[in-house]
Protein backbone atom coordinates (compact mmCIF):
# COMPACT_ATOMS: atom_id res chain seq x y z
CA UNK A 1 0.00 0.00 0.00
CA UNK A 2 0.46 3.89 -0.59
CA UNK A 3 0.38 6.32 2.41
CA UNK A 4 -1.06 9.30 0.49
CA UNK A 5 -1.68 13.03 2.29
CA UNK A 6 -4.21 15.92 0.34
CA UNK A 7 -3.67 19.57 0.70
CA UNK A 8 -5.19 22.66 -1.36
CA UNK A 9 -8.70 22.79 -0.04
CA UNK A 10 -9.98 25.57 1.40
CA UNK A 11 -13.06 27.91 1.28
CA UNK A 12 -13.66 29.49 -2.79
CA UNK A 13 -16.44 31.46 -3.86
CA UNK A 14 -18.76 30.37 -6.75
CA UNK A 15 -17.54 30.44 -10.24
CA UNK A 16 -13.95 30.08 -8.56
CA UNK A 17 -11.29 27.63 -8.80
CA UNK A 18 -8.77 25.69 -6.56
CA UNK A 19 -6.11 23.05 -6.99
CA UNK A 20 -6.21 20.20 -4.91
CA UNK A 21 -2.62 17.69 -4.31
CA UNK A 22 -1.85 14.40 -3.32
CA UNK A 23 1.23 13.06 -2.44
CA UNK A 24 2.18 9.55 -2.29
CA UNK A 25 4.70 7.89 -0.32
CA UNK A 26 5.58 4.11 1.01
CA UNK A 27 5.61 2.24 -2.56
CA UNK A 28 6.37 2.80 -6.25
CA UNK A 29 3.87 5.48 -7.26
CA UNK A 30 4.02 4.98 -10.86
CA UNK A 31 2.37 1.33 -10.45
CA UNK A 32 -1.10 2.76 -9.27
CA UNK A 33 -3.90 4.33 -10.70
CA UNK A 34 -4.76 7.32 -8.79
CA UNK A 35 -8.49 8.72 -8.50
CA UNK A 36 -10.48 11.35 -6.57
CA UNK A 37 -13.38 10.83 -4.78
CA UNK A 38 -15.52 13.16 -2.66
CA UNK A 39 -18.01 13.10 0.06
CA UNK A 40 -20.51 15.59 1.65
CA UNK A 41 -22.35 15.60 3.97
CA UNK A 42 -25.29 12.95 4.93
CA UNK A 43 -24.29 11.73 1.32
CA UNK A 44 -22.06 9.06 0.42
CA UNK A 45 -18.54 9.13 -1.20
CA UNK A 46 -18.74 9.57 -4.69
CA UNK A 47 -16.47 9.01 -7.64
CA UNK A 48 -14.95 12.45 -9.31
CA UNK A 49 -12.06 11.43 -11.24
CA UNK A 50 -8.98 9.00 -11.87
CA UNK A 51 -6.16 8.55 -14.11
CA UNK A 52 -4.25 5.20 -15.16
CA UNK A 53 -0.78 4.58 -13.71
CA UNK A 54 1.10 6.51 -16.45
CA UNK A 55 -1.08 9.00 -16.86
CA UNK A 56 -2.65 8.29 -20.63
CA UNK A 57 -5.96 7.97 -19.56
CA UNK A 58 -8.51 9.76 -17.54
CA UNK A 59 -12.00 9.51 -16.67
CA UNK A 60 -14.36 12.19 -15.08
CA UNK A 61 -17.75 11.66 -13.50
CA UNK A 62 -20.47 13.90 -15.70
CA UNK A 63 -21.02 16.22 -12.97
CA UNK A 64 -17.08 17.79 -13.19
CA UNK A 65 -16.44 16.76 -16.95
CA UNK A 66 -15.48 19.92 -18.44
CA UNK A 67 -14.88 21.93 -15.32
CA UNK A 68 -11.90 19.63 -13.87
CA UNK A 69 -8.78 18.05 -14.79
CA UNK A 70 -7.09 15.26 -13.10
CA UNK A 71 -3.11 14.75 -14.07
CA UNK A 72 -0.21 13.34 -12.14
CA UNK A 73 3.65 13.95 -12.12
CA UNK A 74 5.63 10.43 -11.11
CA UNK A 75 8.51 12.34 -10.49
CA UNK A 76 6.77 13.97 -7.18
CA UNK A 77 4.81 11.00 -6.61
CA UNK A 78 1.88 13.70 -6.76
CA UNK A 79 -1.68 13.88 -8.18
CA UNK A 80 -3.36 16.91 -8.76
CA UNK A 81 -7.32 17.98 -9.30
CA UNK A 82 -7.92 21.09 -11.05
CA UNK A 83 -11.35 22.76 -10.23
CA UNK A 84 -12.89 25.36 -12.16
CA UNK A 85 -16.22 27.34 -12.26
CA UNK A 86 -16.93 25.83 -8.48
CA UNK A 87 -20.41 25.32 -7.59
CA UNK A 88 -21.59 24.94 -3.99
CA UNK A 89 -22.71 21.49 -5.15
CA UNK A 90 -18.81 20.87 -5.38
CA UNK A 91 -19.09 21.31 -1.58
CA UNK A 92 -17.68 18.27 0.05
CA UNK A 93 -14.41 16.20 1.82
CA UNK A 94 -12.09 15.42 -1.10
CA UNK A 95 -10.15 12.12 -1.01
CA UNK A 96 -7.64 10.49 -3.04
CA UNK A 97 -7.19 6.81 -3.80
CA UNK A 98 -4.67 4.76 -4.80
CA UNK A 99 -5.17 1.25 -7.23
CA UNK A 100 -3.00 -1.16 -8.22
CA UNK A 101 -4.57 -1.49 -11.28
CA UNK A 102 -3.79 -0.66 -15.17
CA UNK A 103 -7.30 0.97 -15.95
CA UNK A 104 -9.33 3.61 -14.19
CA UNK A 105 -11.40 2.57 -11.44
CA UNK A 106 -14.63 4.36 -10.54
CA UNK A 107 -16.20 2.58 -7.63
CA UNK A 108 -14.46 2.53 -4.14
CA UNK A 109 -14.01 -0.51 -3.25
CA UNK A 110 -11.33 -0.57 -6.11
CA UNK A 111 -9.08 1.42 -4.38
CA UNK A 112 -6.77 -0.21 -2.02
CA UNK A 113 -5.24 2.92 -0.27
CA UNK A 114 -6.88 5.97 0.61
CA UNK A 115 -5.73 9.69 2.13
CA UNK A 116 -7.38 11.17 4.68
CA UNK A 117 -9.09 14.25 2.86
CA UNK A 118 -9.18 17.45 2.48
CA UNK A 119 -12.19 19.77 3.16
CA UNK A 120 -13.65 22.35 -0.04
CA UNK A 121 -16.80 24.58 0.71
CA UNK A 122 -17.56 26.56 -2.11
CA UNK A 123 -19.97 29.42 -1.50
CA UNK A 124 -23.04 31.15 -3.52
Known amino acids: QVQLVESGGGLVQAGGSLRLSCTAS????????MGWFRQAEGKEREFVAAVSWGGAFTRYSDSVKGRFTISRDNAKNTVYLQMNTLEPEDTAVYYC?????????????????WGQGTQVTVSS
Open 97 to 113: AAARTVSTPTTPGQYDS
Open 26 to 33: GRTFSGYA
